[in-house]
C-alpha cells in the first residue's frame, strides 16, 4: 500500500513543500554563481586586454616622439626598438638597412646597437636576411634548432636569436630593410605580437622615407665590426 500527500500529516506536507522550495533555490542560487564566476572572469579578461592595448598606445606615443625628436638615425631607431621590446618582452631587436641600389645591406640599428659584433654582421650578410628581404610576409621560427624551414638558421643561433620573427620592411613598395624581434629561448609568437612587429616595421621604414634617413645613412660606411663578442 502506498500513501499519497493526502494520507500525510499536515506538517509533513509542509516540510516537504519547503524542502522543494530548498532544492530550487539551491539550484537557482548555484547557476547564479556560476553566471557571476564566469562573468567576473570575463571582466578580468577585458581588464588584461585594456592594460594591454593601454601598454601597446603608449609604446606606440614613444615612437612618435621619437620619430619627431630624435637628433639622429641611432637615436630614434633605438627608441623605436626599445619600446618594441618592451611591449613583447622581446630579448633582441634589430633593424638592418637595405640599399636597393647596391643591392646590399649597409647598417645595423636598433634597440643597444651602437657597434656591430662579427655575429651581427654574419647575420647582416646572411643568405637568411637577404631571402627575408624579398619576402612579402614575415618569417616566423619558433625555435631555430628544431625548425623545418629550407634556410640555414645558423647566424641567427650564432645571434643568440633561438626563436624569432624577421620582418621585411618595406617603403613604397621598394625593400628598405629587416626588422629582427627575437628570443633567447623557443617562444611562440601569437597574434598581438605579430601585428606589433608588422607595425614598428611598417613604421620604421616610414620614418626612413619620411626623415630621408635611408640617404643619410648610404653616406656613411658600415661601422667596422669588434673582434670580440661578450
Known sequence: MTLDDSDLPPSYRQAII??????ELYHKESSLRHELERR???LEELKTAL???????????????AI?????AQEMFDHIAQSLVGVTHANVCILFLWDEEAGRFF???GFGVFREKPADVEL????LSRRVINMQDPLEVEDAQNSHVDIDLTPA???GLRSFMAVPMRSRGWPVGVLYVGFREPHRFDERERQLSRLVADISAAALHRLQLLGELQSKPAPAPETSQT
Open 157 to 159: 643561433l650564432n645571434r
Open 68 to 72: 619627431n625628436s630624435a637628433r639622429n
Open 18 to 23: 519547503y524542502a522543494q522550495e530548498l532544492r
Open 40 to 42: 567576473v572572469r570575463q
Open 107 to 109: 647598417a645595423q640599428v
Open 124 to 127: 647582416r650578410e646572411s643568405g
Open 51 to 65: 592594460q594591454r592595448q593601454g601598454f601597446d598606445l603608449l609604446a606606440l606615443h614613444e615612437i612618435g616622439l
